[in-house]
């Protein structure tokens, strides 16, 4: 994947969305924070763009203009707004793009606790995600797992990213994304489908930061070497 | 929890329940195998102290027999028997025991996949289980996502176990239990509610083990050393 491909971060102004930018941005990537107000978008760049230094390759554009100028969208949005805005970018995604899903159904997008998931129709809210865009859109989901705390500072995360999909290249492409973030290791975890169950591994990490006081993250063990995907350390 | 009070393993015949026999015979627990047919048992106990050598405590009995002589029950069941076994063996209970539920609701269970998940309706096996028993039985829920292959072996275990119960006496003895496994960090989960986001991660791991042909756990990362309890080493 060229570093030059951009990607673009909808919803991209909350932590979860400037974390992943500025890990990214700090690996060579060109980013685009998306956001409903371009004015914000552009606030949140430049916020990134100094952590990230003056190398950085970051813009922040309105949500529609960012899927007009990139063809690899990750979504990290509450999943209260995920619906309207999917609905809302349908006509603006581009047909191929990748949208990588990073939404989990947390009962807290209802008022409840964001340590419990709401049941979604579709399974999950990747499977819902799906629904949404265009059949020429190919989705996957990954990186529900990263504390948004840990992704805004410089050290090496100490979790996993489990990656799922029905489409192999929106997967290569992902694992690859999820293995330019240091510490990260990239696992194919097959079907999109099975997004529901990474999924409801954001709500316990939740529920055990409350309880432990932590920035809780996973590690598949017991895998083959070949199953995990990491940076090259440079 | 001293090593003279008995824990019944309830379904102990299968690779889960020696697993973990084994593992708690080797630390100096007392074990009782159950089974429905005692002479089954009997000959699971025989192979399990062969393994664990000749010091160990290890004796099989008829389920009911079994939850007779012990009030520490660990059930190891698939899905599809559970809810008869309980049935079967609340009169034969003793008020105060302590149910720990290791069972997840597997679409095997009904001719599916075990990459997949049935829903309960009480939300989890485990509240199933806690409906099934009487009142004055405490579940805990624990042990979903360890490898009975690799509790059947000699290694330690790269994994950690997560406690779920709604009581505390019950969680703490559950979470002494766990740590009596080698490699094991037990980690208080909260409520048995949680079970069930625990039970979609033995899920997800079946799925990562076929695609990737291992025999994958979990570790929980990020949170502070005294989240952890694990074996003091000797």
Same mark, same amino acid.
């Given at each position: 994947?060229?570093?030059?491909?951009?990607?673009?971060?909808?919803?991209?102004?909350?932590?979860?969305?400037?974390?992943?930018?500025?890990?990214?941005?700090?690996?060579?990537?060109?980013?685009?924070?998306?956001?409903?107000?371009?004015?914000?978008?552009?606030?949140?760049?430049?916020?990134?763009?100094?952590?990230?230094?003056?190398?950085?390759?970051?813009?922040?554009?309105?949500?529609?203009?960012?899927?007009?100028?990139?063809?690899?969208?990750?979504?990290?949005?509450?999943?209260?707004?995920?619906?309207?805005?999917?609905?809302?970018?349908?006509?603006?995604?581009?047909?191929?793009?990748?949208?990588?899903?990073? /939404?989990? !159904? +947390? *009962? #807290?997008?209802?008022? @409840?606790?964001?340590?419990?998931?709401? &049941?979604?129709?579709?399974?999950?809210?990747?499977?819902?995600?799906?629904?949404?865009?265009?059949?020429?859109?190919?989705?996957?989901?990954?990186?529900?797992?990263?504390?948004?705390?840990?992704?805004?500072?410089?050290?090496?995360?100490?979790?996993?990213?489990?990656?799922?999909?029905?489409?192999?290249?929106?997967?290569?492409? /992902?694992? !690859? +994304? *999820? #293995?330019?973030?240091? @510490?990260?290791?990239?696992?194919?975890? &097959?079907?999109?489908?099975?997004?529901?169950?990474?999924?409801?591994?954001?709500?316990?990490?939740?529920?055990?930061?409350?309880?432990?006081?932590?920035?809780?993250?996973?590690?598949?063990?017991?895998?083959?070497?070949?199953?995990?995907?990491?940076?090259?350390?440079?």
């Amino acid at each position: 994947m060229p570093d030059s491909r951009p990607i673009a971060v909808l919803g991209g102004t909350g932590p979860a969305g400037m974390g992943l930018a500025l890990r990214w941005a700090r690996a060579g990537q060109t980013i685009i924070i998306g956001s409903r107000e371009a004015q914000r978008a552009k606030q949140s760049a430049e916020k990134i763009q100094q952590k990230a230094g003056s190398q950085a390759r970051i813009s922040g554009m309105e949500n529609s203009a960012a899927c007009a100028a990139a063809d690899l969208l990750v979504l990290t949005v509450p999943f209260e707004g995920q619906a309207t805005l999917l609905k809302q970018l349908k006509p603006a995604i581009r047909s191929g793009s990748i949208l990588i899903d990073a /939404t989990v !159904a +947390l *009962a #807290a997008a209802v008022g @409840g606790r964001a340590s419990r998931t709401l &049941g979604v129709w579709q399974g999950s809210s990747a499977q819902q995600a799906a629904e949404l865009v265009s059949k020429e859109v190919k989705v996957a989901a990954a990186f529900h797992n990263l504390s948004a705390e840990l992704l805004n500072g410089s050290d090496a995360l100490d979790c996993d990213v489990i990656v799922c999909s029905d489409d192999a290249g929106a997967s290569q492409i /992902t694992l !690859a +994304l *999820a #293995a330019k973030i240091p @510490g990260v290791r990239a696992i194919d975890g &097959g079907k999109l489908e099975n997004a529901r169950m990474l999924e409801q591994i954001t709500a316990l990490l939740i529920g055990l930061n409350i309880r432990h006081k932590g920035h809780a993250g996973i590690r598949i063990t017991g895998l083959p070497p070949e199953a995990y995907r990491a940076a090259v350390e440079s």
